[in-house]
């Protein structure tokens, strides 16, 4: 009642300047529709009077309580921590009303979503695929809402997730229809900040406008930072070295060596970095992107050779201080520093042969 009240206020709030012209008749109607609004009798004095000066006000006020008809059917009145005590172990919970009828909407941690009814019973059970691009667990980063990106009465839920610390997803949920929408930003992400791209981002390609609306939030977030075209090939190489040599500093006697983009930033900072020279190729150490790499080149080829982070603590961990060939040009003697100690590896091109050296 007091919603409808503040409605009719509202939609009242400026009356007509000229009410000569009109009929008693027609005064008298349109006070007793204002008295005792209902959308029947809005109608009633629209069909008798189309053109009254009081029209425009009358329409509105139908328009009004349309929308006070739609909240009451639509809009959930279950609180957030309501919500909650319902919903067991869930990452978050949010009320959600469909034609009248409240329930529960209770997201768990692997993302599946559970339909309950306002006491705790299950009514239906939906899954929510995980975004991702590295396979990690995805944690949620904030409370679920409900919002209408595009306007309209058409509502969404909306939330976002993480996945590690390298991946972050946002999420457009419609319940009635059970379609979700997603876009998704990874790079390299040291826990709150990531640096990186989004596959929904790149030019040319067509998106709803959902999808666009989620986009639009990575934008306006400080901790997604966008990086170049040729950042982004360096880091998906660095990834891909990593990926395929997960043991070279520990037990690996094999290395699988990585071909680069010519566009990559990494191909850029080899050609510009100072080489050591062996038979029939050079090779380069250097850091980038949070990684010492070090590359060779052989007729006009970078590859990828060697990847691991750069040492934070020099007095305290190993890191690499220099490289060199040995005389046979092909073999590669990697110089490790670790306060008073030196160690080596010795990569083999040829073979792509690795030895640890103590």
């Known amino acids: 009642m007091k919603l409808l009240k503040t409605i009719i206020a509202a939609a009242l709030l400026v009356l007509p300047l000229s009410l000569g012209a009109q009929t008693k008749a027609e005064t008298s109607l349109y006070g007793k529709t204002v008295n005792k609004p209902s959308v029947k009798a809005a109608d009633k004095f629209l069909k008798k009077y189309p053109n009254s000066v009081y029209a425009p006000k009358v329409l509105q006020l139908k328009d009004s309580l349309l929308m006070a008809d739609y909240i009451a059917a639509n ?94 997803v946002e999420v457009l949920y419609l319940p009635e229809e059970d379609i979700i929408h997603q876009a998704l930003f990874y790079g390299n992400g040291d826990g709150t900040r990531i640096e990186g791209q989004s ?56 290395l699988t060596f990585g071909k680069l983009d010519p566009s990559s930033s990494i ?32 007729g006009g ?29 092909t073999t590669l003697d990697v110089i490790y520093y670790k306060g008073k100690t030196t160690f080596k590896n010795k990569i083999s091109l040829p073979s792509r042969s690795l030895r640890h050296l103590k």
Request: some cysteine; charged content about 25%.
């Open 75 to 168: 809009v959930s009145t279950i609180s957030h921590d309501d919500a909650l005590a319902v919903a067991g172990s869930a990452a978050d919970a949010i009320g959600w009303k469909k034609d009248g009828v409240e329930h529960v909407l209770a997201l768990d941690p692997d993302l599946t979503l559970r339909i309950l009814s306002p006491a705790g019973e299950l009514e239906d059970t939906r899954i929510i695929p995980v975004y991702t691009m590295s396979g990690a667990t995805p944690s949620l980063t904030g409370p679920m809402e409900i919002v209408s990106p595009l306007g309209g009465k058409r509502k969404y839920i909306h939330f976002a997730y993480k996945g590690g610390k390298d991946e972050y």
């Open 301 to 329: 080829e970078y590859t990828l050779v060697w990847c691991e982070p750069v040492c934070r603590n020099r007095n305290r961990d190993a890191y690499i201080r220099t490289i060199y060939f040995e005389s046979d040009g």
């Open 267 to 298: 191909v850029e900072a080899c050609k510009k970095a100072r080489k050591e020279k062996g038979a029939g190729r050079s090779a380069a150490i250097f850091d980038i992107r949070g990684y010492t790499v070090i590359c060779t080149v052989s």
């Open 199 to 254: 596959p929904e981002m790149i030019e040319g390609i067509t998106i709803s406008a959902e999808v666009a609306w989620l986009v639009s939030r990575f934008r306006e977030n400080p901790n997604l930072v966008e990086i170049s075209k040729a950042d982004i090939l360096t880091d998906d190489s660095i990834r891909w070295w990593l990926e395929k040599n997960p043991n070279a500093q520990t037990s690996a006697t094999k």
